[in-house]
């Protein structure tokens, strides 16, 4: 197999060599064997439904289903025919996925050990000054290293945005009474600034240091950034100290994850709007107090009342049908 005899003549039996390859492109070699080196002939033209696999070298190959190759669950093959299987998208979902809370502990994929401090009652020589939302905030407990580490399924795969924040330490010698959602101050001693948390989300490392922030959350360092096509979320803290006073330690709030829309096909969200022109407008205003977001325009986050949108700068604004992003508005001053 794979060869075919040259020279055999009269009392010569001749030499078996190996049949060579076609050099054109989607061709192969037919009929090479005993006597004969046979001839580069064309892969076979699959009819629709169908592609071309294994064709190439000496074999022919054949015309495979495209529907015999099977895609992930809610997934649908597009692009296949001629030499290509064609490759698997997300199938179109008629309802655009809402927000997504993330609560870090639910979703560890090991033992957090005794140094994350997640709010429950089993940390070993905890201090709360105040009370740590049980399941959505991590800390570093009293220790001088811990480690987390796990996976969120987001509902549907796609891009999504990943945010939350840092919270840092403030010292004050005269603290006042802490609410439940921010970060307190307080007075036992000063954080350390060369404390460290690096965070890795889906392979993306981000390193912080227990520094208050400058820009919009005073004592919060926010963290925002998009992911493109996943299905989960994967994420590890790594919280490293000097000292062992947990109440100086920084902490990662709960975070959100917001569907951004992916590369599926949108044919069948443009089936639905139909055929027309229709006109937009109206005002983007904040979720939190109802303010119109423009540039130099002060907002609350729920935490802080005296955020200023920076100057220039627009809210981004999108249109989805279902979970398709069907394009951008051009927002000015908020409108």
Excluded at 24 to 44: F, I, M, Q, V
Aim: proline share 7%.
């Amino acid at each position: 197999s794979g060869k075919y005899r040259v020279g055999c003549n009269g009392a010569n039996p001749g030499v078996c060599i190996a049949c060579s390859t076609c050099e054109e492109a989607d061709t192969y070699r037919d009929g090479c064997a005993k006597l004969s080196k046979g001839t580069c002939t064309p892969c076979p033209n699959c009819t629709e439904g169908h592609f071309s696999s294994g064709c190439g070298g000496l074999h022919r190959g054949a015309c495979v289903a495209c529907s015999s190759v099977a895609c992930p669950p809610a997934h649908e093959r597009h692009g296949c025919g001629g030499k290509s299987e064609g490759y698997c998208i997300r199938s179109w979902v008629p309802q655009t996925p809402p927000p997504a809370p993330i609560m870090w502990s639910k979703w560890l994929t090991h033992d957090r050990g005794e140094c994350i401090d997640d709010g429950g009652e089993d940390v070993p020589n905890v201090v709360r000054n105040f009370r740590v939302p049980t399941g959505a905030y991590l800390r570093l407990a009293a220790c001088t290293h811990g480690y987390a580490e796990g996976s969120f399924p987001v509902p549907i795969s796609g891009n999504w945005l990943v945010h939350f924040f840092v919270g840092v330490p403030r010292y004050t010698s005269l603290p006042s009474r802490p609410t439940a959602g921010s970060y307190p101050e307080e007075n036992e001693g000063y954080p350390l600034a060369d404390d460290v948390l690096e965070i890795v989300i889906n392979n993306r490392t981000t390193v912080m240091h227990n520094l208050a922030s400058g820009g919009p959350g005073g004592e919060r360092q926010v963290y925002w950034e998009v992911f493109e096509d996943i299905t989960h979320v994967d994420f590890s803290f790594n919280f490293s100290s000097k000292d062992t006073v947990d109440h100086l330690h920084m902490l990662v709030s709960g975070a959100e994850a917001v569907y951004m829309g992916d590369d599926a096909s949108k044919a069948k969200a443009l089936s639905l709007l139909g055929v027309g022109e229709a006109e937009v407008s109206g005002k983007v205003e904040n979720a939190v107090d109802g303010r119109t977001l423009k540039p130099g325009r002060k907002i609350g986050n729920g935490y802080d009342k005296g955020i200023v949108i920076p100057e220039g700068q627009e809210a981004t604004v999108s249109l989805f049908v279902g979970s398709s992003r069907m394009n951008g508005l051009e927002v000015s001053k908020g409108e």
